[in-house]
């Protein structure tokens, strides 16, 4: 079993910046994957970030040079920055933790981010 705790979410105005934080009961330098999702009221979860075993990134289209994805590994942390915020960024995100490519994959319990004027 893997816990993982998210936090960072909350109400921001366009342009603002977040940080969500996704803390691990286990350690992240040695997981297959973590990242972050997200998921919009009416639509599929989909991936906005992640880090692969080897340090490797993966972005969704929409956020490239606006989010980054980064760990720290002393604290099994996950981050995600989230710079210039727009209102189509709302959702609840997820942390998601994998630790083989073959093993199921854990998710967080979800942080609110909405983005409005």
């Known amino acids: 079993q893997v816990q993982l705790v998210e936090s960072g979410g909350g109400l921001a105005q366009p342009g603002d910046s977040l940080t969500l934080s996704c803390v691990a009961s286990?350690?992240?330098?040695?997981?297959?994957?973590v990242g972050w999702y997200r998921q919009a009221p009416g639509k599929q979860r989909e991936l906005v970030a992640r880090?692969?075993?080897?340090?490797?990134?993966d972005y969704v289209d929409s956020v490239k040079g606006r989010f980054t994805i980064s760990r720290d590994n002393a604290k099994n942390a996950v981050y995600l920055q989230m710079n210039s915020l727009k209102p189509e960024d709302t959702a609840v995100y997820y942390c998601?933790?994998?630790?083989?490519?073959?093993?199921?994959?854990?998710w967080g319990q979800g942080t609110q981010v909405t983005v409005t004027s």
């Open positions: 998601r933790f994998q630790r083989e490519w073959f093993e199921r994959a854990y």
């Open positions: 286990r350690n992240t330098n040695s997981a297959y994957s």
């Open positions: 880090i692969i075993r080897g340090g490797d990134t």
